[in-house]
């Protein structure tokens, strides 16, 4: 299936395209950046999540599981986007039935005090989950939420375009993210000769991923990944001017 996709969006030109996180804010795999969506943009999606992917606590009987995850992100200003995330979990029933039957819900957002200018780079910060806490709930539920800073900076020659992103983010110590706790960045690269598509690779603290994703028809947008190089995750959402 991940190579249907990474064929189609080598294939396909059209309009440059920017990557979505699986939360729905604009980054790369895992790792966010302070690249932003144009004004105005509204975005809604759907991800599957590899268990690879997802933190070390999203756990069934004891044993981590695949899922997916949907959005709905926008981009009332340049300088700040806003997502709504709804994460599917498994979980027993009344009746002893193990299935999707439970939702983690969390708001995301990134602001970016600092638009990349020649010489410098574009910084922005951000958070998933920030409202929530440890105390809240009975046991370590806290699953997606982290903060960061990260700035991004795009070199481009004869048309190829190469991104340089680097980024700091704080788990807390408590959780079983923290392992992705710390500085994290990736590197991105356009080629002149087919602008709506892009090539990741990016260490996130733990692990390297690399991923391409494209945009086709002005609308769909479409990321495949490999997780360590083995270990498929990805998805697609439209995209619409608002604005």
Same mark, same amino acid.
């Given at each position: 299936?991940? &190579?249907?996709? +990474?064929?189609?969006?080598?294939?396909?030109?059209?309009?440059t395209?920017?990557?979505?996180?699986?939360?729905?804010?604009?980054?790369?795999?895992?790792?966010?950046?302070?690249?932003?969506?144009?004004?105005?943009?509204?975005?809604?999606?759907?991800?599957?999540?590899? &268990?690879?992917?997802?933190?070390?606590? =999203?756990?069934?009987?004891?044993?981590k599981?695949?899922?997916?995850?949907?959005?709905?992100?926008?981009?009332?200003?340049p300088?700040?986007? =806003?997502s709504?995330? @709804?994460?599917?979990?498994?979980?027993?029933?009344?009746?002893?039935?193990?299935?999707?039957?439970?939702?983690? &819900?969390?708001?995301?957002?990134?602001?970016?005090?600092?638009?990349?200018?020649?010489?410098?780079?574009?910084?922005?910060?951000?958070?998933?989950?920030?409202?929530?806490?440890?105390?809240?709930? *009975?046991?370590n539920?806290?699953?997606?939420?982290?903060?960061?800073?990260?700035?991004?900076k795009?070199?481009? %020659?004869?048309?190829?375009?190469?991104?340089?992103?680097?980024?700091?983010?704080?788990?807390?110590?408590?959780?079983?993210?923290? %392992?992705? %706790?710390g500085?994290?960045?990736?590197?991105?690269?356009?080629?002149?000769?087919?602008?709506?598509? &892009?090539?990741?690779?990016?260490?996130t603290?733990? *692990?390297?991923?690399?991923?391409?994703?494209?945009?086709?028809?002005?609308?769909?947008?479409?990321?495949?990944?490999?997780?360590?190089?083995?270990?498929?995750?990805?998805?697609? @959402?439209?995209? +619409?001017? =608002?604005?």
């Open positions: 299936m991940y &190579r249907i996709v +990474i064929g189609l969006c080598l294939l396909m030109l059209g309009k395209a920017g990557a979505q996180e699986y939360s729905g804010i604009t980054g790369m795999v895992h790792v966010p950046t302070a690249e932003m969506a144009p004004e105005g943009e509204a975005r809604i999606g759907v991800f599957f999540l590899n &268990r690879e992917f997802t933190p070390d606590n =999203l756990k069934c009987e004891g044993a599981y695949h899922t997916a995850d949907y959005f709905l992100a926008i981009t009332p200003f300088w700040i986007e =806003l709504y995330t @709804c994460t599917l979990m498994k979980g027993i029933s009344n009746a002893g039935e193990v299935g999707y039957n439970m939702k983690d &819900r969390y708001f995301s957002v990134k602001v970016r005090p600092l638009k990349e200018g020649k010489w410098w780079p574009a910084v922005a910060i951000g958070t998933q989950d920030p409202g929530r806490t440890i105390e809240s709930y *009975e046991g539920l806290t699953y997606f939420q982290n903060y960061y800073v990260t700035a991004s795009h070199f481009v %020659k004869h048309g190829h375009e190469l991104g340089v992103h680097l980024a700091y983010r704080y788990f807390r110590d408590t959780t079983p993210n923290r %392992k992705w %706790k500085v994290a960045g990736g590197i991105t690269y356009r080629p002149a000769f087919a602008r709506n598509w &892009r090539a990741i690779a990016e260490y603290g733990n *692990e390297v991923n690399m991923a391409v994703d494209c945009k086709l028809w002005k609308y769909l947008f479409l990321q495949a990944s490999l997780l360590n190089g083995k270990y498929f995750s990805g998805g697609m @959402c439209f995209k +619409i001017q =608002l604005m």
